[in-house]
């Protein structure tokens, strides 16, 4: 029953169409760090363009300012909306960890295809409902992050019968040197992951 988690005070609260909006653009700004419009729009899927092009006009020089964010793909600049204090958190950022990890399909950073590939240059396609004979990578392709940059992309499959995880490839973007200290903090991350999945061993094809 929803009201054992959920305290009594909101319920039988319905926001408003207008409160609600607010809401889900504040919370993808939270997440994005910039955004466009259509990228807000996006984020939560349950409003239109023109509602979050009304509400960027609205916060503009409030809780939000105006930005233009390079690309790395090679493509102009965007006219981008940001939070109004992005340049004090820019400057608070942690240094990014060494650690390399391996992302969900479904990451916020990696979710929109099209912003990915604009801020980070990397092309991403995730790949369990395309037909085996067109897959370029395979079933279930993960994002490698290094610090703040994408490095390559692994395939894994955990076998649940003989609890093994199964690493069916691993690609690496080009540019990317494959030292050795790299390839052991991907060995790294794919124990944990093997702890994650509950396998009691690693095997590669």
Known sequence: MSERVIPETYHGQIPSEAEYIDWACQTAFDRLGCA?????????????????????????????????????????????????????????????????????????????????LRLFNFDYRFEAFVPAPQRQYGYYVLPILERDRFIGRIDLKCDRKTKTLVVNGLWFEPGVRQSKTRHEQIAKELERYRVFVDANSIIHH
């Open 36 to 116: 466009t419009p259509s990228e807000l729009a996006a984020f939560w899927g349950n409003f239109d363009l023109a509602d979050a092009n009304a509400w960027c006009e609205r916060q503009a020089g409030k809780t939000i300012r105006e930005v233009l964010v390079e690309s790395a793909d090679g493509s102009a600049p965007r006219q981008s909306y940001a939070r109004h204090d992005i340049d004090i958190l820019l400057r608070e950022l942690p240094v990014p960890t060494p650690r390399v990890r391996f992302l969900s399909p479904f990451d916020p950073v990696i979710r929109d295809r099209k912003r990915a």
